[in-house]
């Protein structure tokens, strides 16, 4: 009799054993229990640590409660100015209504992820491609409010979302390229241009100045030739202004020098062939003719 009660005692043992472990659950901290009995919903959400439900007739869904990060993989679309883009981004959620994400939803991750790519598709096609590689703040916001409307019934929330790259044709890549370096180029010009109308500004007030004391010239000339001799050249090549010139001029008082020579007198050339010699008289009985300027005084002493 007491070898019957101490086997009946162990298989009830052996029993409860077993029943405690079919009905004992143990929730993490950053988990809830949705307890479903016969498929309905049994009273509340069970929290985090230790509970109990009845085996076979009750099941336990555990829904995570962490901040989620699922990446969008990549979309192709159009965007507003008819350019060709491959967009992929990331997004973060949390389930804030556990009992929603389980009875509203099927999988409230694949619902997610399917909201995602749809909304970053559509967001796409009402941007322009500046907008999406400067303005990426405005289109996450944008994303986030397209995708935080629907998931609210599921009860999950959108915490952020992030455009994470964009990715251009290579032909788009050269024109922006192109683009980008044609800018460049023009405001190196401009800065350039703008530097040579100053520097003339200045060059022009310093000519005005320079020509009312004519020895600031000599003086900047002196400068110039000190910066360049302390370069230690062997050879220096030294520009005379014909300013300074006109200014020693100026200075230079006139010095007396010699008497002006006498103007030398051109004498008669020989007499060619069949001409008359200057002696003799002319053809028609007048006097001998003289060449161009001859005064007729040195005619006269000639023939004496």
């Given at each position: ?28 901290q950053y988990e809830r229990g949705v307890v479903l009995r016969f498929g309905r919903l049994r009273g509340q959400v069970r929290g985090p640590g230790f509970a109990m439900i009845v085996p076979v007739v009750d099941s336990m869904h555990k829904v995570n409660m962490q901040i989620v990060t699922m990446p969008v993989p990549a979309q192709d679309g159009i965007t507003r100015d008819n350019v060709t883009v491959r967009v992929d981004a990331v997004i973060y959620f949390k389930v804030v209504d556990p009992v929603d994400a389980i009875i509203r939803v099927e999988d409230y991750r694949f ?194």
């Amino acid at each position: 009799m007491v070898q019957e009660l101490l086997t009946a005692l162990a298989i009830t043992g052996v029993a409860g054993l077993l029943y405690l472990a079919a009905a004992a659950r143990v929730v993490r901290q950053y988990e809830r229990g949705v307890v479903l009995r016969f498929g309905r919903l049994r009273g509340q959400v069970r929290g985090p640590g230790f509970a109990m439900i009845v085996p076979v007739v009750d099941s336990m869904h555990k829904v995570n409660m962490q901040i989620v990060t699922m990446p969008v993989p990549a979309q192709d679309g159009i965007t507003r100015d008819n350019v060709t883009v491959r967009v992929d981004a990331v997004i973060y959620f949390k389930v804030v209504d556990p009992v929603d994400a389980i009875i509203r939803v099927e999988d409230y991750r694949f619902a997610v992820s399917q909201m995602a790519q749809t909304s970053l598709r559509s967001i796409l096609g009402k941007s322009d491609l500046d907008e999406l590689l400067s303005n990426r703040e405005k289109l996450n916001q944008g994303l986030e409010l397209m995708m935080d409307s629907p998931a609210v019934e599921w009860g999950v929330t959108i915490d952020r979302v992030e455009i994470k790259d964009v990715s251009l044709p290579e032909t788009m890549k050269r024109s922006m390229a192109r683009q980008a370096e044609a800018d460049r180029e023009r405001r190196a010009r401009i800065i350039n241009a703008d530097a040579e109308l100053q520097a003339s500004k200045k060059l022009a007030e310093a000519a005005a100045v320079m020509s009312d004391q004519p020895a600031a010239l000599q003086l900047r000339l002196l400068q110039t030739v000190v910066a360049v001799a302390a370069e230690k050249n062997s050879t220096l090549v030294l520009p005379f202004p014909v300013e300074l010139l006109r200014f020693l001029e100026r200075a230079t008082p006139p010095q007396p020098g010699p008497m002006p020579a006498a103007p030398e007198v051109a004498l008669p050339r020989p007499p060619m062939a069949g001409e008359p010699s200057p002696g003799s008289s002319a053809p028609d009985g007048n006097s001998p003719a003289l060449p161009d300027g001859m005064p007729e005084s040195a005619l006269t002493s000639k023939a004496a």
